[in-house]
């Protein structure tokens, strides 16, 4: 079975400073591993993923994720957060069983002026 | 095209009512999603069509009943609900690769039930 820890439920940061939203993972095989965002009253849309190759990976918007087996982790971080960023973010993992996906439980990013 | 579209985008309805939510894509995608969010909640996964063929229920109750019409349509139809049910209903779809579960999400339809 695969799951998905975010353990920040909501992260305040001043405009214009770094954030990094942490996830980590459990599973028993191979992972994909996904970062979502969704804003107020939207559905979900695909920042950045990992499936294989590079551990860091580059997203939309300025973001990027760095996967770290060792410590099945995989953080997503920015380095410079605009008040346009505000919304939830959904930490998500795959076993490869394609259609199966399972969310964390969310983290919402508040940008402050 | 990249675009999920869900109708409508607000739904009020009695626990006696018969209604039915739908949703399109038109990106080639062979399989779709319904999946359930609750206010401050994750999306849960409800079905799973793939090539137009149920394949996941994460056992949901019998009062939800989709169908999957054709390639590019997908619909969740409502009956009895409770009003529990009340959430945010999102669609979404796939290529049906094994590799790559990037998922499109639909704005979804936001169910309320009296």
């Known amino acids: 079975a695969q799951s998905v820890t975010q353990l920040d439920s909501q992260v305040p940061v001043f405009e214009e400073a770094p954030v990094e939203l942490r996830c980590n993972y459990s599973s028993s095989v191979s992972v994909y591993l996904f970062w979502y965002v969704q804003y107020p009253n939207q559905g979900l849309q695909l920042l950045l993923k990992?499936?294989?190759?590079?551990?860091l990976v580059k997203g939309i918007n300025g973001f990027e994720a760095e996967f770290n087996k060792s410590q099945t982790s995989f953080h997503l971080r920015k380095p410079s957060v605009h008040i346009s960023d505000t919304a939830e973010y959904f930490c998500a993992v795959s076993d490869g069983s394609y259609q199966k996906v399972t969310f964390g439980t969310g983290t919402k990013l508040q940008v402050i002026p | 095209d990249t675009e999920v579209t869900q109708t409508p985008k607000h739904l009020v309805m009695g626990m006696t009512n018969k209604k039915s939510l739908k949703c399109e894509q038109h990106?080639?995608?062979?399989?779709m999603y319904w999946y359930k969010q609750k206010a401050k909640k994750p999306p849960e996964l409800m079905f799973v069509?793939?090539?137009?063929?149920?394949?996941i229920n994460e056992s949901v109750p019998s009062r939800f009943s989709p169908e999957c019409p054709n390639s590019s349509l997908l619909n969740l139809h409502l009956h009895a609900l409770q009003p529990e049910d009340s959430a945010l209903y999102l669609c979404a779809s796939s290529q049906d690769r094994l590799l790559d579960n990037e998922q499109f999400f639909g704005p979804g339809t936001r169910l309320t039930v009296l």
């Open positions: 990106m080639g995608h062979r399989a």
């Open positions: 069509y793939s090539y137009e063929k149920l394949s």
């Open positions: 990992y499936l294989s190759g590079s551990t």
